[in-house]
């Protein structure tokens, strides 16, 4: 079993749609929660990060870890055909700097 | 400042050859890394160094070879190139301490046929 599992979709939604993208993990030590976006032949950039539990909003996306059901999610809201891209999950431990990543998500918008 | 920067950006090697991918940072950040992404996987860490002289090697570390003699550069050697190294290859940097958020450069596209 793989620490972080990610569907790698494709996940495909009409422009304006709630988008739900997530990751599970098994490492109960893990208490950075970061999602990174990566458009096309492009290096993969971070969107945001999340410490420990709880929700962290910036915009029209939303952050989301729930540490008991070692579940993180990220949300977008009013997606627009920009936000076409694949989204990584990656997650470390509080002494360890290594990430460990997930496999990532393709999103596609259509108009 | 231009955070990570890779070259080449493209590169076309023969069975056999060998290459060095460049690597440099002006963030001053004491980790660096090298992860391959093949077509719809994730990353893979190839080897990375928690700064000069000290590397260490990741999850596929066959086939390549790094150094770390300054704060600001970590090149990837290729030996004897082989066709399972085709693959495009991301060099990443990071502060100690958390999140431990990296930074990427724009990756080099690498073909071994």
């Known amino acids: 079993q793989k620490e972080v599992e990610q569907d790698p979709g494709p996940l495909s939604v009409p422009e304006g749609a709630i988008v739900s993208l997530n990751c599970t993990y098994s490492?109960?030590?893990?208490?950075?929660f970061m999602w990174y976006r990566q458009y096309s032949r492009k290096g993969p950039e971070l969107l945001m990060y999340?410490?420990s539990s709880g929700n962290k909003e910036d915009g029209r996306f939303t952050a989301q870890v729930d540490k008991s059901s070692k579940y993180i999610s990220l949300f977008i809201r009013d997606s627009q055909p920009s936000d076409s891209a694949t989204y990584l999950c990656?997650?470390?431990?509080?002494?360890?700097?290594?990430?460990?990543w997930g496999a990532g998500t393709k999103l596609i918008i259509k108009p | 400042n231009a955070g990570v920067t890779q070259t080449p950006k493209f590169r076309i090697l023969k069975i056999g050859q060998s290459m060095t991918l460049q690597c440099t940072q002006d963030m001053n950040h004491n980790y660096m890394y090298w992860y391959r992404q093949d077509p719809g996987m994730g990353l893979k860490l190839i080897y990375y160094s928690v700064g000069a002289g000290i590397t260490d090697k990741g999850e596929v570390p066959n086939g390549y070879n790094v150094s770390r003699s300054t704060t600001e550069d970590f090149p990837l050697r290729l030996e004897l190139a082989a066709p399972s190294q085709t693959s495009v290859y991301f060099c990443a940097s990071s502060q100690p301490g958390g999140p431990y958020e990296q930074y990427f450069g724009p990756g080099t596209r690498l073909t071994v046929t």
């Open positions: 999340t410490y």
């Open positions: 490492n109960s030590a893990f208490q950075y």
């Open positions: 990656a997650m470390s431990a509080q002494s360890n700097y290594q990430l460990i």
